[in-house]
């Protein structure tokens, strides 16, 4: 990836970009948690979002698939367009959103029935399959894809909450892809599991990212370092009318370079580990 | 340093280490007090089947066993068909389960997924109201109002007084159990689990029903096993409105009775009997009845129950 000029501003690249967010701010209440995220997601990248915790990172996250909606507080100002489509539109249902754009959350949350049924449950709900060879295909191929197939297939029908930690969190990506989205949205996918896991999941973004695009929140400025195409560092400013702490998208940039060539004295305090 | 060091005593002895002998006491005495009132609930249930086993072994010693099969339970003139309030029971149970069970567990699964946080807090006290309702009060209803206005407009010729008119009014009684229970089940299922399921492009409806009534069925069947219970030991209300008929009921359209209302019977009335004749006796048998069906549910409900708490 060679493109290393920063792209906070909205810039044209060669294939139009999956999101672009113009000054993107989140409110719970009057609370704003988040504001001035300026950023465009590429396809097939991996992007992370990094920074200290409580600085808006899963609240901006969740605003890419609409999942804020679920919290009667949350409100959303700014532009938020995918593929040109704005997803705060009126005429914008999130079911369907979510449909198209998967995610998987910080703590592996099966749902408790078998493995097999947790990877159906999507599909079925959206009309792909209802059972049958169908389905066993969705099945098999969604675990193959997150490479959890050879460590189940002999169990199928046995609860996923058999699983350890690791497969788990496979198992909801599995899940996830049995859909067919276009965008998988990770909130700290690994936070919850152990170093071999985690290793794990990495790879197995890497397997992926040629059939999907990748947004993954990470605190672990390794993690980002070494999985990510692009990289999109927050942090919290206190606000001097209202005294409460606001997240703000500092930087936007190719990941090598925010990582060797930072262009804000904050992001090089946090990447080099000086930050608070 | 700035760290305060403990001072160390030079000759330390074991008196030193012994605390404060009155804090002590006090503590053994709380303790005696406490394993008093725990021994004391034992010894009252004890107590109870005691006597209850007593009387019922001595009624089964003065009768045939035959008696039982009489197709009439009345006591008073010798005649123990047993089979009349066991039905009677079973008629009132299945109503008012038919009745709580829906709508309990609507009510419960409007309460956890539907009802904004302010809506719960007005919405959950006019539940819990219909709990602090005396279930004589709602005997009286049921005559009133339930066998006029409901049961004998739908079906005209029924009896004013009938298993049915009984179950509705017991099923109402036990609403706000079935409620609570059911709710406590669905709040128990962890938001994350909603989350995974709304991430995957599922509605409100689909997640609820998929999702969240299975994570809690083992809480939903404990509540509807308690509330079966409920209904079986409820007595004022059958006593009241199912019509005290001593024969077999045929269908809840019948006037009938039930095991409880049955017990009440023999200890009322002008010519109500006391001490140790069979007919006051014959109480005690069908308490026993009642308390192994009561006891066996409440197991049953309390293993689903565990189930509930080792699964998150
Ligand atoms: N549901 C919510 N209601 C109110 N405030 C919230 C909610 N979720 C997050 N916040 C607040 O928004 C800010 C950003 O939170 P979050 O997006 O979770 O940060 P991060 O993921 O970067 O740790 C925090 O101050 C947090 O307290
Ligand atoms: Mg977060």
């Known amino acids: 990836?060679?493109?290393?000029?920063?792209?906070?501003?909205?810039?044209?690249?060669?294939?139009?970009?999956?999101?672009?967010?113009?000054?993107?701010?989140?409110?719970?209440?009057s609370f704003k948690a988040v504001r001035d995220v300026n950023l465009e997601i590429r396809q097939n990248e991996i992007t992370a979002f990094i920074g200290p915790s409580g600085c808006g990172k899963s609240t901006v996250l969740r605003c890419f698939n609409r999942m804020n909606d679920l919290i009667e507080s949350a409100r959303v100002e700014g532009r938020l367009t995918y593929h040109g489509v704005d997803l705060y539109d009126r005429a914008v249902n999130p079911v369907e959103v979510r449909r198209r754009i998967g995610m998987v959350f910080q703590k592996p949350n099966p749902f408790p029935k078998s493995i097999y049924e947790n990877i159906a449950y999507g599909p079925r709900l959206a009309g792909l399959a209802r059972k049958g060879p169908e389905m066993d295909e969705i099945v098999e191929n969604s675990l193959r894809a997150a490479a959890l197939w050879d460590e189940v297939k002999d169990r199928l029908k046995a609860s996923a909450f058999g699983l350890s930690g690791g497969q788990q969190q496979r198992l909801c990506i599995a899940r996830a892809l049995a859909v067919g989205p276009e965008v998988l949205l990770m909130d700290e996918p690994c936070s919850a599991l152990d170093p071999i896991a985690t290793g794990r999941i990495e790879d197995l973004m890497q397997q992926i990212k040629q059939d999907y695009t990748i947004i993954i929140v990470?605190?672990?400025?390794q993690q980002a370092a070494r999985v990510s195409d692009h990289c999109a560092f927050f942090t919290t400013e206190v606000s001097e009318e209202s005294d409460t702490r606001t997240g703000v998208?500092?930087?936007?940039?190719?990941?090598?370079?925010?990582?060797?060539?930072?262009?804000?004295?904050?992001?090089?305090?946090?990447?080099?580990?000086?930050?608070? | 340093m700035t760290v305060p060091q403990p001072p160390t005593p030079p000759g330390l002895?074991?008196?030193?280490?012994?605390?404060?002998?009155?804090?002590?006491?006090?503590?053994?005495?709380?303790?005696?007090?406490?394993?008093?009132a725990a021994g004391m609930s034992v010894l009252i249930s004890t107590a109870i089947i005691v006597v209850l086993l007593r009387d019922a072994v001595g009624f089964i010693t003065t009768i045939r066993l035959g008696d039982l099969g009489d197709s009439i339970w009345n006591p008073r003139l010798g005649r123990f068909g047993v089979m009349s309030p066991i039905l009677g029971t079973l008629w009132v149970t299945l109503v008012a389960v038919l009745v709580a069970g829906p709508i309990g567990l609507g009510a419960a699964v409007y309460l956890s997924e539907y009802a904004s946080p302010r809506l719960r807090r007005i919405v959950k006290p006019v539940v819990e109201v219909l709990a602090s309702i005396p279930s004589v009060v709602v005997g009286y209803f049921a005559i009133r109002f339930l066998a006029p206005e409901v049961v004998q407009r739908l079906f005209s010729g029924a009896p004013a007084k009938n298993l049915l008119v009984a179950g509705i009014a017991v099923g109402l009684l036990t609403i706000p159990l079935m409620t609570s229970v059911a709710e406590d089940a669905l709040r128990a299922v962890p938001s994350s689990l909603r989350e995974a399921s709304y991430g995957l492009g599922a509605k409100k409806v689909t997640t609820v029903v998929r999702v969240v009534i299975p994570a809690a069925v083992s809480g939903l069947v404990a509540g509807l096993i308690l509330s079966i219970s409920r209904a079986i030991g409820e007595t004022m209300v059958v006593f009241l409105a199912a019509g005290g008929v001593p024969t077999r009921p045929t269908s809840p359209l019948d006037g009938g009775t039930t095991i409880t209302a049955a017990m009440a019977a023999v200890a009322t009335g002008t010519d109500n009997v006391a001490g140790a004749s069979n007919t006051f006796q014959s109480a005690f048998f069908l308490g026993l009845i009642l308390f192994a069906l009561t006891l066996s549910l409440n197991l049953v409900a309390d293993r689903f129950v565990r189930r509930v708490r080792q699964k998150y």
Do not use: I
């Not at chain 1, 990470?218 to 400025?221: C, L, R």
């Not at chain 1, 930087?251 to 004295?265: G, H, I, L, Y």
């Not at chain 2, 404060?20 to 005696?32: C, I, K």
């Open chain 2, 13 to 36: 002895r074991v008196e030193d280490l012994a605390g404060n002998a009155a804090r002590n006491r006090t503590e053994m005495v709380v303790r005696y007090a406490l394993t008093g």
């Open chain 1, 1 to 29: 990836m060679s493109g290393g000029a920063s792209t906070t501003t909205a810039e044209p690249g060669p294939v139009p970009p999956v999101y672009r967010t113009e000054d993107l701010a989140v409110f719970y209440g």
């Open chain 1, 218 to 221: 990470t605190h672990n400025m």
């Open chain 1, 249 to 276: 998208l500092v930087e936007f940039d190719a990941t090598q370079q925010m990582f060797s060539n930072p262009s804000d004295e904050r992001t090089e305090n946090y990447v080099t580990g000086r930050f608070g």
